[in-house]
Protein backbone atom coordinates (compact mmCIF):
# COMPACT_ATOMS: atom_id res chain seq x y z
CA UNK A 1 0.00 0.00 0.00
CA UNK A 2 1.33 3.46 -0.84
CA UNK A 3 -0.50 6.56 0.79
CA UNK A 4 1.19 8.45 -3.18
CA UNK A 5 1.49 6.14 -5.63
CA UNK A 6 3.81 6.90 -8.49
CA UNK A 7 2.06 8.36 -11.58
CA UNK A 8 3.66 8.15 -14.77
CA UNK A 9 2.57 10.97 -17.15
CA UNK A 10 3.65 10.22 -21.04
CA UNK A 11 4.19 14.05 -22.90
CA UNK A 12 4.23 13.12 -26.36
CA UNK A 13 5.24 15.97 -29.01
CA UNK A 14 1.64 18.00 -29.22
CA UNK A 15 0.51 16.80 -26.13
CA UNK A 16 -1.02 20.05 -24.09
CA UNK A 17 -2.40 18.59 -20.91
CA UNK A 18 0.21 16.64 -18.90
CA UNK A 19 1.04 20.18 -17.00
CA UNK A 20 -3.16 20.02 -15.67
CA UNK A 21 -2.85 15.98 -14.97
CA UNK A 22 0.12 16.56 -12.90
CA UNK A 23 -1.18 19.47 -11.18
CA UNK A 24 -4.60 17.32 -10.56
CA UNK A 25 -2.68 14.20 -9.75
CA UNK A 26 -0.56 16.26 -6.77
CA UNK A 27 -3.29 17.85 -5.77
CA UNK A 28 -5.36 14.38 -4.69
CA UNK A 29 -1.86 13.01 -3.45
CA UNK A 30 -0.20 11.02 -6.06
CA UNK A 31 3.41 11.55 -6.92
CA UNK A 32 3.14 12.17 -10.77
CA UNK A 33 6.49 11.77 -12.64
CA UNK A 34 7.03 13.18 -16.02
CA UNK A 35 8.17 10.80 -19.15
CA UNK A 36 8.67 11.88 -22.78
CA UNK A 37 7.73 9.60 -25.56
CA UNK A 38 11.39 8.93 -26.15
CA UNK A 39 12.34 7.49 -23.10
CA UNK A 40 12.55 3.36 -23.36
CA UNK A 41 11.01 3.04 -19.86
CA UNK A 42 8.82 4.23 -17.15
CA UNK A 43 10.45 4.87 -14.07
CA UNK A 44 10.92 2.51 -11.09
CA UNK A 45 7.97 2.35 -8.75
CA UNK A 46 5.79 3.59 -11.13
CA UNK A 47 2.32 2.77 -9.85
CA UNK A 48 -0.19 3.92 -12.97
CA UNK A 49 0.36 5.56 -16.08
CA UNK A 50 -1.60 8.66 -17.29
CA UNK A 51 -1.71 9.33 -21.57
CA UNK A 52 -3.14 12.90 -21.21
CA UNK A 53 -4.89 14.90 -23.58
CA UNK A 54 -3.85 17.02 -26.80
CA UNK A 55 -2.70 16.61 -30.55
CA UNK A 56 0.46 13.77 -30.56
CA UNK A 57 2.32 13.92 -33.68
CA UNK A 58 -0.34 16.43 -34.88
CA UNK A 59 -3.33 14.08 -35.15
CA UNK A 60 -1.81 12.90 -38.37
CA UNK A 61 -3.29 10.24 -40.23
CA UNK A 62 -5.78 9.38 -37.37
CA UNK A 63 -5.59 11.01 -33.95
CA UNK A 64 -3.39 8.43 -32.21
CA UNK A 65 -2.10 6.57 -35.27
CA UNK A 66 1.55 7.80 -34.60
CA UNK A 67 1.79 7.84 -30.88
CA UNK A 68 1.18 4.28 -30.26
CA UNK A 69 4.51 3.44 -32.47
CA UNK A 70 6.43 5.98 -29.84
CA UNK A 71 9.02 3.90 -27.68
CA UNK A 72 7.71 4.83 -24.31
CA UNK A 73 4.59 2.78 -25.65
CA UNK A 74 6.21 -0.72 -25.19
CA UNK A 75 6.88 0.36 -21.70
CA UNK A 76 3.03 1.17 -21.05
CA UNK A 77 2.11 -2.02 -23.01
CA UNK A 78 4.10 -4.07 -20.82
CA UNK A 79 3.06 -2.29 -17.52
CA UNK A 80 -0.84 -2.43 -18.82
CA UNK A 81 -0.01 -6.42 -19.81
CA UNK A 82 1.34 -7.13 -16.39
CA UNK A 83 -2.41 -5.45 -14.70
CA UNK A 84 -0.85 -2.10 -14.01
CA UNK A 85 -3.64 0.69 -14.31
CA UNK A 86 -3.58 2.70 -17.34
CA UNK A 87 -5.34 6.00 -17.52
CA UNK A 88 -6.00 7.68 -21.50
CA UNK A 89 -7.53 10.80 -21.59
CA UNK A 90 -9.06 12.30 -24.61
CA UNK A 91 -6.25 11.68 -26.96
CA UNK A 92 -4.90 8.88 -24.80
CA UNK A 93 -7.87 7.26 -25.36
CA UNK A 94 -7.56 7.52 -28.75
CA UNK A 95 -3.75 6.36 -28.60
CA UNK A 96 -4.91 3.69 -26.15
CA UNK A 97 -7.81 2.28 -29.06
CA UNK A 98 -4.85 2.59 -31.47
CA UNK A 99 -2.85 0.88 -29.89
CA UNK A 100 -5.20 -2.15 -29.22
CA UNK A 101 -5.21 -1.40 -25.31
CA UNK A 102 -8.64 -0.34 -25.74
CA UNK A 103 -11.44 -1.43 -27.81
CA UNK A 104 -12.89 0.64 -30.90
CA UNK A 105 -12.13 3.40 -32.37
CA UNK A 106 -12.65 7.27 -31.84
CA UNK A 107 -14.00 9.37 -35.26
CA UNK A 108 -14.64 12.54 -36.31
CA UNK A 109 -17.79 14.07 -34.04
CA UNK A 110 -21.43 13.71 -35.91
CA UNK A 111 -21.91 17.07 -36.06
CA UNK A 112 -18.03 17.76 -37.70
CA UNK A 113 -17.14 20.68 -35.32
CA UNK A 114 -15.00 21.16 -32.23
CA UNK A 115 -16.75 20.67 -28.41
CA UNK A 116 -15.99 22.54 -25.83
CA UNK A 117 -18.39 22.00 -22.99
CA UNK A 118 -19.39 20.67 -19.79
CA UNK A 119 -21.36 17.67 -19.97
CA UNK A 120 -22.83 15.07 -17.86
CA UNK A 121 -21.65 11.61 -17.91
CA UNK A 122 -23.04 8.52 -16.04
CA UNK A 123 -20.82 5.54 -14.31
CA UNK A 124 -22.18 2.63 -16.31
CA UNK A 125 -20.30 -0.29 -14.72
CA UNK A 126 -18.29 -0.65 -11.81
CA UNK A 127 -16.31 -4.04 -13.01
CA UNK A 128 -12.98 -1.89 -13.41
CA UNK A 129 -10.01 -2.14 -10.98
CA UNK A 130 -10.77 2.15 -10.95
CA UNK A 131 -14.05 1.70 -9.41
CA UNK A 132 -13.77 0.93 -5.95
CA UNK A 133 -15.89 3.85 -4.87
CA UNK A 134 -18.09 4.61 -8.05
CA UNK A 135 -21.93 3.70 -8.11
CA UNK A 136 -23.71 2.63 -11.49
CA UNK A 137 -26.07 6.00 -12.28
CA UNK A 138 -23.26 7.76 -10.50
CA UNK A 139 -23.45 11.33 -12.19
CA UNK A 140 -20.12 13.15 -13.04
CA UNK A 141 -20.05 16.65 -14.52
CA UNK A 142 -17.00 17.08 -16.49
CA UNK A 143 -15.64 19.21 -19.43
CA UNK A 144 -15.07 17.70 -22.55
CA UNK A 145 -13.24 19.18 -26.07
CA UNK A 146 -12.52 17.18 -28.98
CA UNK A 147 -13.37 16.97 -32.36
CA UNK A 148 -12.72 13.60 -32.63
CA UNK A 149 -14.67 11.77 -29.73
CA UNK A 150 -17.37 10.17 -31.66
CA UNK A 151 -16.21 6.29 -30.29
CA UNK A 152 -17.12 3.95 -32.55
CA UNK A 153 -17.72 0.08 -31.94
CA UNK A 154 -19.81 -2.43 -34.77
CA UNK A 155 -22.75 -3.96 -33.00
CA UNK A 156 -21.18 -7.09 -32.04
CA UNK A 157 -18.30 -5.62 -30.00
CA UNK A 158 -20.43 -3.49 -28.12
CA UNK A 159 -22.72 -6.23 -27.32
CA UNK A 160 -19.62 -8.03 -26.04
CA UNK A 161 -18.64 -4.82 -23.75
CA UNK A 162 -21.56 -4.41 -22.76
CA UNK A 163 -22.03 -8.01 -21.26
CA UNK A 164 -18.57 -7.62 -20.10
CA UNK A 165 -19.27 -4.31 -18.13
CA UNK A 166 -16.47 -2.62 -20.02
CA UNK A 167 -18.57 0.20 -21.39
CA UNK A 168 -17.43 2.63 -18.31
CA UNK A 169 -19.42 5.75 -18.76
CA UNK A 170 -22.12 7.02 -21.14
CA UNK A 171 -22.83 10.68 -22.11
CA UNK A 172 -26.14 11.27 -20.42
CA UNK A 173 -27.08 13.10 -23.94
CA UNK A 174 -25.89 12.53 -27.44
CA UNK A 175 -23.01 15.08 -27.12
CA UNK A 176 -20.66 13.62 -30.74
CA UNK A 177 -22.26 10.98 -32.05
CA UNK A 178 -20.94 7.99 -30.23
CA UNK A 179 -22.29 4.95 -30.66
CA UNK A 180 -24.76 4.19 -27.68
CA UNK A 181 -23.34 7.43 -26.06
CA UNK A 182 -20.28 5.73 -24.97
CA UNK A 183 -17.81 8.31 -23.53
CA UNK A 184 -15.15 5.59 -21.62
CA UNK A 185 -14.84 1.98 -21.77
CA UNK A 186 -12.08 -0.35 -20.27
CA UNK A 187 -10.17 -3.61 -21.55
CA UNK A 188 -11.38 -6.97 -20.47
CA UNK A 189 -9.06 -7.41 -17.53
CA UNK A 190 -10.73 -3.60 -16.42
CA UNK A 191 -6.86 -2.06 -15.80
CA UNK A 192 -6.90 -0.15 -18.94
CA UNK A 193 -9.51 3.00 -18.68
CA UNK A 194 -10.16 5.10 -21.73
CA UNK A 195 -12.52 8.33 -21.92
CA UNK A 196 -13.08 11.57 -23.54
CA UNK A 197 -13.78 13.96 -20.86
CA UNK A 198 -11.13 15.64 -18.87
CA UNK A 199 -11.17 14.57 -15.00
CA UNK A 200 -7.66 16.54 -14.74
CA UNK A 201 -9.49 19.98 -15.75
CA UNK A 202 -12.54 19.02 -13.05
CA UNK A 203 -11.07 18.69 -9.55
CA UNK A 204 -10.89 22.53 -8.03
CA UNK A 205 -14.15 23.90 -7.60
CA UNK A 206 -12.82 27.54 -8.56
CA UNK A 207 -12.25 26.47 -12.01
CA UNK A 208 -15.81 24.64 -12.78
CA UNK A 209 -17.24 21.57 -11.87
CA UNK A 210 -15.81 18.52 -9.96
CA UNK A 211 -16.26 15.66 -11.54
CA UNK A 212 -13.19 14.53 -12.63
CA UNK A 213 -12.15 13.77 -8.81
CA UNK A 214 -13.37 10.49 -8.77
CA UNK A 215 -11.73 9.61 -11.91
CA UNK A 216 -8.68 10.40 -10.69
CA UNK A 217 -9.18 8.35 -7.45
CA UNK A 218 -10.09 5.39 -9.42
CA UNK A 219 -7.11 5.64 -10.92
CA UNK A 220 -4.80 6.60 -7.09
CA UNK A 221 -7.05 3.23 -5.74
CA UNK A 222 -6.33 1.17 -8.43
CA UNK A 223 -2.49 2.02 -8.21
CA UNK A 224 -2.67 2.11 -4.77
CA UNK A 225 -3.53 -1.67 -4.85
CA UNK A 226 -1.93 -2.28 -7.88
CA UNK A 227 0.72 -5.44 -8.04
CA UNK A 228 3.02 -3.85 -10.47
CA UNK A 229 5.71 -1.29 -9.57
CA UNK B 1 8.14 1.91 -57.54
CA UNK B 2 5.62 3.89 -57.00
CA UNK B 3 2.23 2.77 -55.58
CA UNK B 4 -0.74 4.19 -53.85
CA UNK B 5 -3.07 3.15 -51.18
CA UNK B 6 -6.63 4.44 -50.88
CA UNK B 7 -8.46 4.40 -47.85
CA UNK B 8 -12.21 4.59 -47.56
CA UNK B 9 -14.59 4.77 -44.79
CA UNK B 10 -16.70 1.35 -44.64
CA UNK B 11 -20.30 1.25 -46.36
CA UNK B 12 -21.78 0.78 -43.12
CA UNK B 13 -20.27 3.63 -41.21
CA UNK B 14 -21.21 7.18 -41.01
CA UNK B 15 -19.38 9.41 -43.06
CA UNK B 16 -20.26 13.09 -41.61
CA UNK B 17 -17.81 14.84 -43.59
CA UNK B 18 -18.46 13.48 -46.70
CA UNK B 19 -21.89 14.49 -45.84
CA UNK B 20 -21.18 17.42 -45.36
CA UNK B 21 -19.12 17.44 -48.68
CA UNK B 22 -22.25 16.49 -50.94
CA UNK B 23 -24.36 19.21 -49.05
CA UNK B 24 -21.61 21.88 -50.49
CA UNK B 25 -21.98 19.98 -53.86
CA UNK B 26 -25.69 20.33 -53.47
CA UNK B 27 -25.94 24.21 -52.87
CA UNK B 28 -22.96 24.88 -55.41
CA UNK B 29 -25.87 23.48 -58.09
CA UNK B 30 -24.25 19.74 -58.40
CA UNK B 31 -27.14 16.90 -59.00
CA UNK B 32 -24.83 15.21 -56.42
CA UNK B 33 -26.88 12.60 -54.03
CA UNK B 34 -24.11 11.36 -52.27
CA UNK B 35 -20.03 12.05 -51.24
CA UNK B 36 -18.08 10.20 -49.25
CA UNK B 37 -14.35 11.43 -48.16
CA UNK B 38 -11.31 8.76 -47.53
CA UNK B 39 -8.17 9.44 -48.07
CA UNK B 40 -4.76 8.50 -50.25
CA UNK B 41 -0.96 7.95 -49.32
CA UNK B 42 1.71 7.93 -52.35
CA UNK B 43 4.28 5.58 -51.40
CA UNK B 44 7.65 5.14 -53.05
CA UNK B 45 8.45 1.68 -52.57
CA UNK B 46 12.19 0.24 -53.09
CA UNK B 47 11.30 -2.83 -54.99
CA UNK B 48 10.30 -3.33 -58.73
CA UNK B 49 8.97 -7.09 -57.97
CA UNK B 50 4.96 -5.69 -57.88
CA UNK B 51 4.07 -9.26 -55.96
CA UNK B 52 6.63 -8.16 -53.20
CA UNK B 53 5.55 -4.36 -53.26
CA UNK B 54 1.55 -5.65 -53.00
CA UNK B 55 2.57 -7.60 -49.91
CA UNK B 56 4.51 -5.36 -48.03
CA UNK B 57 1.80 -2.32 -48.85
CA UNK B 58 -1.01 -4.70 -47.50
CA UNK B 59 0.62 -5.04 -44.37
CA UNK B 60 1.36 -0.84 -44.32
CA UNK B 61 -2.53 -0.29 -44.68
CA UNK B 62 -3.16 -2.84 -42.20
CA UNK B 63 -0.63 -2.14 -39.28
CA UNK B 64 -0.93 1.87 -39.92
CA UNK B 65 -2.51 3.32 -42.92
CA UNK B 66 -6.09 2.81 -42.03
CA UNK B 67 -8.20 1.14 -39.12
CA UNK B 68 -9.84 -2.11 -39.97
CA UNK B 69 -13.02 -1.18 -37.79
CA UNK B 70 -14.21 2.06 -39.56
CA UNK B 71 -11.64 1.46 -43.23
CA UNK B 72 -11.20 -0.13 -46.15
CA UNK B 73 -8.48 0.14 -48.54
CA UNK B 74 -7.74 -0.50 -52.17
CA UNK B 75 -4.08 -1.05 -53.19
CA UNK B 76 -3.05 0.57 -56.66
CA UNK B 77 0.47 -0.50 -57.89
CA UNK B 78 2.92 1.28 -60.35
CA UNK B 79 1.01 4.51 -60.55
CA UNK B 80 2.69 7.28 -61.81
CA UNK B 81 1.76 10.77 -60.81
Known amino acids: MNDAPRIAVVT ?9 AMLALELLGAEPVRVWHADAAIPDGTAGVVLPGGFSYGDYLRCGAIARFAPVMDAVGAFAAAGGPVLGICNGFQILCEAGLLPG ?125 | MKATVLIRPKEAILDPQGEAVGEALRTLGFAVTGARVGRLVDVDLDTDDPVEARTALDSMARDLLANPLTESFTIEIGTET
Request: glycine share 12%.
Open chain 1, 105 to 229: VLRQNRQEQFICADVTITVESTSSAFAGTWEVGQELVIPIKHGEGNWYGDAELVAALEARGQIAFRYSDDVNGAIERVAGVTNEAGNVLGLMPHPEHAVDSLLGPTGGVAVLEGLLDAARVSVVH
Open chain 1, 12 to 20: FPGSNDDGD
